[in-house]
């Protein structure tokens, strides 16, 4: 099929209506609201008073399952799934390939007359043994010892997940080897936001606060996406086996007229959106916001802030919802970092917090003195904690596709830093210079050693460019991927603040010793911390060429590569905070380097093997047939005898161009697959990372580089790859 032809196709056949379900259509949300979802209202409904009680009290508070509770929430959990038509069950889990995983098995049983009956157990409910043998381990186990086990998270609420002849019962799992090392994103999470509410309800204890049992770390993840017509996808091999163009030619009119950010939405993408909010709501998932994005063709969906735990497998869903529901509208979802060079990249902003079991936000500023200390406190540990481990933050988002990202238009750079804007700037400088604050008309508050004003909220503009930025109750983490799992930024953030407020905890209570006055022994350990803190604090622009200056005279770490961030995994300091919280041992760690630095260079193979595929099959047979024609214009132009020779002057010129040009890309060919051969040699992984980001990912930029400009000069009807001007504009 011809561009002419795949046009025509898009815009003659496109759908136009929205495939909601029509017993949704103009119904309110809060009436279809969780009917997938086995929340609060369906154990109450479908389990006894007392199995409810046993299980929120085990939610809240933590604790065992016993086999009793078990058979009770399973039978309950049954009834309610085959209600909604559920025919099977499976344990939904993540393992470390970043993406969800499942296995399938019915309800159908027999009783002792040989009757189908469908049964569900307790057992089948807390634990799965599906084959681990194929998962990515990381030198974890080996091949040959297939043994793993899925073991129901109950924080986590059950749901169903529908297709057009049934549904299955997912049940949120941790994956586990024989050995109980973890192999998924899941469990690691678990275990950080366990010490994390432990350390921070031991902070609370010391402000005298009795009441509050845990701490929760709050997320809400906004979802930035592509989405091309699926007709597009299906002609670009790049898009189809790498999620990114590798070729492609800016179009004239690219995101410069800023026409498309919070612009008026496609009718086709708008019943997208609606089908896709739909899925989501009935999944119990509270999906808030959607709008345009800056750059033609990107898309962001946002939901209201849930436990880190539900937000990390609600944010999974939704990723998968999307691409199932953007088929359904012949719609492809492009998640990838940098799915068009020369355009914004997608992010992830992953907006976190701390609420604590009373349903306060402990980094909501205050109304009181005693409030705003224990916000102060609560801000500064988490600034100190990416100050004393910005590596492990950028190595938490490290990946092939981010690389693209970081440091381009809307994206943090590479370096970690943290933005607080114009009035806890001023309050924390006068902390340390022992002054009164007189920033805001509020009234001074004496806390002892410092006067400090009511802080407000939202008292300052927005630094769209800052990696870590507080937005006033919450600090917004925008270096995460948009393809990627929440999971392992938000593990390592909270436990990177969990040890810090472990040691301020530490500190105010040999300060109490010291001091008569509780004030003064929180506000001595505050500005020691804003003091040894103070190069991680940055207002300005984080694009500025000047700024990576600054940060290196700073001492601010700068990995602009994956293989370079992902070192700073393997660091004393770093391995021995997960290994001090037991949230990864040393050989978790270890795994999930290895299997971080294979996914990094398969994803490279993937790329240039792609490239050079495209390169030979499509892009070279295509541009010699248009040299064909010019060199045969030419002659029959010689042919012709005519008078002039200025006509054929000049589209000889213009042939010895376009010929120079397909001579450069069969050397940039050959340079790539010379340089790809050689990796067969190098046997270390590191080694080979190193490689691919040095010299394989410059080939493939200088094979590009002559491909967008032979696609400039080449006849549309010659050029039979999608170009950008139509994928980004032509729905």
């Known amino acids: 099929m011809g561009r002419k032809e ?29 009917i997938n979802c086995f929340d609060d209202n369906k154990m109450k409904k479908f389990l006894s008073g007392s199995a409810y009680r ?39 889990f993540q393992p470390l390939t970043g993406l969800t995983a499942e296995k399938h098995d ?20 807390c634990v799965g043994e599906p084959d681990a043998s194929s998962f990515p381990s990381g030198g974890l186990r080996t091949t040959f010892e297939a043994r793993g086990y899925t073991i129901w ?45 432990e350390a921070a ?30 007709t597009y996808f299906n002609h670009r091999p790049d898009l189809i086996l790498t999620g990114r163009t590798l070729f492609g030619a800016m179009p004239p009119k690219g995101q410069e007229m800023e026409d ?13 959106m609606l089908d896709v909010e739909v899925e989501l709501y009935k999944l119990g998932i509270p999906v808030k916001t959607r709008h345009n994005e800056v750059a033609p063709a ?35 979802l492009l998640l990838h970092e940098k799915p068009f060079l020369g355009i914004n990249g997608s992010g992830k902003h992953n907006n976190w917090s701390l609420i604590d079991s009373e349903g306060n936000n402990l980094l909501e500023p205050g109304k009181t003195p005693h409030e705003n200390l224990q916000f102060l406190t609560f801000l500064i540990a988490t600034t100190k904690a990416v100050y004393k481990y910005a590596d492990l933050l950028r190595a938490s988002v490290a990946t092939a596709g981010n690389d693209h990202r970081l440091g381009a238009n809307e994206a943090p750079p590479a370096i970690i830093s943290v933005f607080l804007g114009e009035q806890l700037t001023n309050i924390l400088n006068n902390l340390l210079e022992r002054k009164k604050t007189e920033f805001t008309d509020n009234d001074i508050i004496d806390l002892g050693i410092n006067k400090l004003p009511v802080i407000s909220k939202d008292n300052t503009d927005r630094n769209r460019t800052s990696p870590f930025a507080f937005t006033g109750n919450k600090f917004e983490f925008r270096a995460v991927g948009s393809s990627q799992s929440i999971s392992t930024p938000n593990m390592t953030l909270n436990v990177m603040v969990c040890d810090v407020l472990n040691e301020f905890a530490d500190k105010i209570e040999e300060n109490l010793k010291k001091y008569n006055d509780f004030n003064t022994a929180v506000m001595e350990v505050i500005i020691e911390a804003i003091k040894e803190t103070k190069p991680i604090y940055f207002e300005g622009n984080n694009y500025d060429p000047e700024w990576e200056k600054e940060a290196q005279r700073r001492g601010l770490p700068n990995y602009k590569t994956t293989p370079e961030a992902l070192k700073t995994l393997l660091l004393p300091k770093n391995k021995e905070l997960f290994i001090k919280y037991n949230v990864l041992s040393e050989s978790e760690i270890k795994s999930r380097y290895n299997i971080f630095i294979e996914k990094y260079n398969k994803t490279i193979n993937i790329e240039a093997e792609t490239a050079i595929m495209m390169a030979k099959t499509i892009i ?66 590191e080694k080979k990372a190193e490689y691919y980001c040095k010299e394989i990912l410059t080939a493939m930029q200088e094979l590009r580089n002559v491909v967008d400009k032979l696609e400039e000069d080449t006849d549309d009807e010659y050029w039979t790859l999608p170009k950008y001007r139509e994928m980004l504009y032509i729905f």
């Open 260 to 272: 498309h950010y919070f612009g008026s939405i496609k009718e086709r993408i708008l019943n997208f």
């Open 54 to 92: 046993a299980l929120k009290k085990i939610i809240r508070e933590g604790g065992k399952i016993d086999n009793k509770l078990a058979e009770k929430v399973a039978e309950g959990m049954k009834r309610w799934a085959i209600s909604r038509g559920a025919t099977h069950f499976a344990h939904w």
């Open 201 to 230: 309800v031991r902070i609370l204890r010391l402000f005298g606060n009795k009441k509050v049992k845990r701490v929760w770390a709050a997320v809400g993840p906004e979802q930035e996406y592509f989405l091309v017509d699926k």
């Open 620 to 685: 070279l047979p295509a541009v010699l047939k248009y040299q064909t024609l010019l060199a045969n214009n030419i002659y029959s132009l010689q042919i012709a005898k005519l008078n002039s020779n200025d006509i054929i002057d000049s589209q000889s010129r213009f042939l010895n161009y376009y010929s120079k040009l397909v001579k450069d890309l069969n050397e940039k060919i050959s340079n790539l697959e010379n340089k790809l051969e050689k990796v067969s040699n190098i046997e270390d992984e």
């Open 153 to 197: 998270d109950p924080t986590s609420p059950a749901f169903l997940m529908e297709s057009l002849n049934g549904s299955i019962l997912c049940i949120p799992s941790v994956f586990l080897s024989y050995n109980g090392e973890a192999l998924d994103k899941k469990t690691p999470l678990i275990r950080s936001m366990e010490k994390l509410s």
């Open 298 to 332: 990107q898309y962001e969906i946002a939901p209201i802030y849930e436990d880190c735990n539900i937000a990390t497998d609600h944010n999974q869903i939704i990723m998968e919802v999307m691409r199932k529901v953007a088929n359904r509208h012949n719609l492809a």
């Open 106 to 125: 019915s309800f159908l049983s027999f009783d002792r007359k040989g009757l189908p009956i469908e049964k569900f157990s307790g057992k089948n409910l």
């Open 6 to 34: 795949i046009i025509l196709d898009i815009t003659e056949n496109r759908p136009l209506k929205a495939t909601i379900d029509v017993n949704f259509k103009g119904k309110p949300i809060s009436e279809y609201f969780g």
